[in-house]
């Protein structure tokens, strides 16, 4: 399939409907997600290959890689809202990729002598447990990049267990920000894995959360491929052991702060809703790619597209968010 065409396919796959900032959920595009999965392709081959998609969202890089002709994708995420997306954009696909509700540093860790790991349960009733732990020929991820207090780490940790994941000889494809490029090349070769950028990206992540000041942001990143040095399978368990003690120290204060909180909370005190600036007026959600109409509002992308396809003209009759 040629880029074009990648393109076009992965344009139709739904994101999040209410992305969650601690999580940083940020969508792939389209176009990032179509070069790593043909860079992947060209290196480590995709036909016929056992794919995860790690943080998979709404599964823009799974169901791409099943479209390049995989033999089975498993898509992992710990949001339920995200994978109830995925699984809808898997329906509509009609391709081969089952769903797993679960940490993915959790699923690296439970993976047993075997290769499959243990106790893991699946959201969605159709993942095949058996295939994580080793088996993957092919890892794919667009992790948070760690910038949130929530998500500090969550970078290494996902690239850690990536390459636990993945079968001797297999491959992990991941985006990080290439500010952080000596950090992630120190941290795979401490983890036994060899790593190398293949490509310099720009990302651009639109203003979806209210910490965001500007409409849109260009981020360098770096296209990463690592795989597991030959007999460091033990050297990259521990490394993966140490994230995980470290991340429950970091966040043991911030949670037992939190339990304070809730506690003195009075019971009248409301969740605080998005800015009805945030919000588009068609489909009364939160905005993941905004684009200003003519008439002054701004509208989520494919719905504007789609209003302007049935009605022939901007909605400028509609309620504005505030209204």
């Known amino acids: 399939m040629k880029l074009k065409q990648l393109v076009g396919e992965l344009q139709g796959v739904q994101s999040w409907r209410h992305p969650k900032s601690e999580l940083e959920q940020y969508p792939t595009p389209p176009d990032i997600a179509a070069h790593m999965l043909l860079a992947a392709d060209a290196e480590d081959g995709l036909e016929d290959a056992l794919v995860a998609d790690l943080g998979c969202g709404g599964g823009v890089l799974g169901i791409g890689a099943a479209l390049l002709g995989a033999a089975h994708v498993l898509a992992v995420d710990l949001d339920p809202a ?19 509700g679960c940490d993915v540093v959790q699923l690296a860790m439970r993976s047993g002598p075997e290769g499959a790991p243990s106790g893991v349960a699946d959201a969605e009733g159709g993942a095949d ?11 794919l991820m667009n992790p948070p990049f760690g910038t949130r207090n929530e998500s500090h780490g969550a970078d290494v940790a996902f690239l850690q267990a990536g390459l636990r994941l993945c079968r001797p000889g297999g491959a992990v494809y991941s985006l990080h920000k290439t500010s952080t490029r000596p950090f992630i090349a120190k941290k795979a070769a401490e983890a ?15 203003r979806m959360y209210k910490h965001h000041r500007q409409p849109s942001k260009d981020v360098a990143v770096d296209f990463w491929r690592a795989a597991l040095a030959a007999g460091e399978e033990a050297q990259l368990a521990a490394a993966l052991e140490e994230s995980t003690r470290l991340e429950e120290e970091r966040r043991a204060p911030d949670e037992q702060a939190s339990s304070s909180l809730a506690a003195e909370r009075p019971p009248s005190v409301e969740e605080e809703e998005p800015p009805a600036d945030f919000i588009c007026p068609i489909t009364t959600e939160v ?23 049935t009605n022939g003209k901007k909605p400028f009759a509609h309620p504005s968010p505030d209204s």
């Open 287 to 309: 905005m993941v790619d905004p684009v200003m109409a003519a008439d002054g509002h701004s509208y989520e992308r494919s719905a504007i597209e789609r209003w302007l396809a």
């Open 129 to 139: 447990a058996g295939a994580a732990g080793g088996a993957f020929d092919i890892v």
């Open 82 to 100: 995200a994978l109830e997306v995925a699984a809808e954009n898997v329906e509509e696909f009609e391709v081969p990729v089952s769903l797993l």
């Open 192 to 206: 036994g894995g060899e790593a190398s950028v293949v490509a310099e990206l720009r990302f651009e992540i639109p």
